[in-house]
């Protein structure tokens, strides 16, 4: 995809190159660093970013997709996130901030949001959001906006312009219809590989047009880094792996040098350079989602094929550090990966298998009155 | 030499008598059709016998595809109970992928043995997903086989594959 659609020679800044290191199990970000334009590679374990622009190095941490059940149905998530926040905050030095990716809760319960707000209480940093789809169709959002506030939006901090896009709340009208009640219509969003709710996915024209005037004070060789549910490409549509309308929202940034999307959604260890844009994807702390089928980016180093018995396994949340030097790197936390977190062979691979792997999409939520899971 | 009207007679009494071994044939072949055993391949297929054998398979591809994304009334309507944590089947293998169907039967890894697909269900359902394991012959299993099998029936055979 990157060849068919990028000019030639096009690519991401160097200045912010995403670089290889060796998992650190305290999350720690001391290790040496090997930078260069081949090294596309990084072993994630957590996800934090060191970002720096010529300016004083920080980090920042990444959690995502924690889907947490009210505690009577499922303790699982809720002590995966507890972790993930105590690490969090017990960073040293702290994160200049944490960003939310969105999914705190599997079914935009109110228990299940006012479950995670308190959790997110002991992180005493700067904290900032952005909505999935689980947070938001049962009550399209106001709960949701009532506990972490209204998106899109923006800050520039340490020479760096960041904003947070809602990519969730703008999904075609499935429901009226038919008739849905809150929770069917919640039912249909939270079920990733459903054949209801369609293209949910997208940034909306009203959003790319607020990001083409916010960006139209920045310098163009500045960094942008773009939060997102959802990547912003095309990896695999059919579970809304994309938004719909990413070729309008490159065209919106491809003026500018810098561009890094950090993204959730995906659950896996994922990279991808389109252009000037790179995306990075997140680890969930719930559950790893597989490999698709097919459109894994050919820059995707996958990591290793997870063990279903181990709750904490292929799941952990991200630190991302901007270094003086211009890096930006990306260490995954990925609780049970210590040695290894990249599968090379295909026998290790969490890709291996999708050479031979053909799949079909679902019959029995297409059908009335088969209206499938979590009724 | 027999006259004439004496060897009509006699055919027409082998005729009658072919009449009811027919009869009787034909009798007691559709007094025990559907009884031991199902006749097949004996006469050329029509199109609503093959409408009617892929709509029983599809009609279980479909049961096993509620079952496997976590639907409570099919369930209980199988006497089932494939999870206690909220989680389904789909949530870490959409579409049934991951699955694998086509690579068993094969040594797994998580059971240390070797082991056949409805062992591997089994394993999801009692380990990561805290349910309760299926009858190996149970209705519920095989609609949930059949699911898997349909979602992923593009995939090359390939058994034993780790």
Redesign the interface.
Known sequence: MARTLSAPEAKPDRSMAITRRTFLHKSLLTAGITAGATTYGWLPLINTVDLAFGQTAFKFAWLSDTHL?PKD??T?FVEKTVRAVKEIQAMNPPADFLIFGGDLA?LADPVELDLGADILKEVKIRKVFIPGEHDWYLDMGQKWERLFGKSPWTFDHKGVRFIGLDTVSRGPDYWTAKKMTPKERMGHMA????SVAGAWAGVGRDQIQWLSTTLGNWPKDRPVVIFTHNPLYEYYP??NFWVRDWREVHEALKSFKNVTNIHGHVHQVLYNEIGNIRSIGMLATS????Y??EGVPALTKCHLRV???D?YDGVGWSQLTMGAAGKIETEYVMWRKKEHLIGEAA?DSGCG?NV??????????R?WP?Y???? | MPARGEGTRSMKIVRDLLAIVLVVGVALLAATAGRDRAFAHKEKHTPDQLKAFEDIFIDQVKIGDLLFHGDGDTEKRMGAQLSKTGMACAMCHPFASDTHPHEFPKFQEQINKFATLRDMINWCIEKPNEGIKLAEDSDAMKALEAYIYWSNRGSKLDAGRH
């Open positions: 059940y149905v499922n699982r599997q079920t990733l590989d459903g059919p579970w559950w790893p989602w597989p698709a089928p063990d279903p018995g709750h026998v298998d031979n792997q053909i799949l079909s999409p679902r019959l029995a939520d059908e088969f499938g899971a979590y009724k």
